[in-house]
């Protein structure tokens, strides 16, 4: 089954948006449970604070729907196109860390972001390019050597 560009741009944006949405409230879930400690690993206190977390358990829910998107689109695009672009997220994390935990985001993580942005352009630009070559993946074989 092959999917058309907009399918898998649509696809990517869901998944992306849900891991967003999914780490934001895990990390709001967390910073109402009781600091981790090995004492509280050792009483399970931690984990049952987690567990009894809505927000962490919403949170885990959206980073599910974000892996079962990025399996779907893996199993009819080339991983060497998909995986690249899902570095998007990590430029709709900050930003969502941003806006809705008012995190600060120093102006050397924003030139990283910058630069994964500029990533994820070339990597979406290549697909095009060898969509253009040819259908089939050429593979360059040695060239066969006699006895000189």
């Not at 892996?67 to 998007?88: A, C, K, N, Q, R």
């Not at 120093?106 to 352009?121: A, Q």
């Amino acid at each position: 089954m092959t999917f058309s560009k907009r399918k898998v741009w649509i696809l990517l944006l869901i998944g992306l948006l849900s891991e967003a949405v999914g780490f934001i409230l895990i990390k709001r879930g967390l910073q109402s449970t009781p600091p981790f400690s090995s004492q509280s690993l050792t009483s399970l206190v931690f984990i049952g604070a987690i567990l009894k977390s809505p927000q962490v358990l919403i949170g885990t829910a959206f980073e599910a729907l974000h892996f079962g998107v990025l399996m779907e689109l893996l199993s009819v695009s080339d991983l060497s196109y998909i995986i690249p672009l899902t570095s998007i997220g990590y430029i709709l994390t900050p930003l969502s860390a941003l806006l809705f935990l008012g995190e600060g985001i120093p102006p050397v993580r924003w030139i990283g972001i910058l630069l994964v942005c500029l990533g994820v352009t070339m990597v979406s630009l290549s697909d095009r390019q060898k969509k253009t070559v040819s259908g089939h993946l050429r593979v360059r074989r040695p060239e066969a050597s006699g006895p000189s």
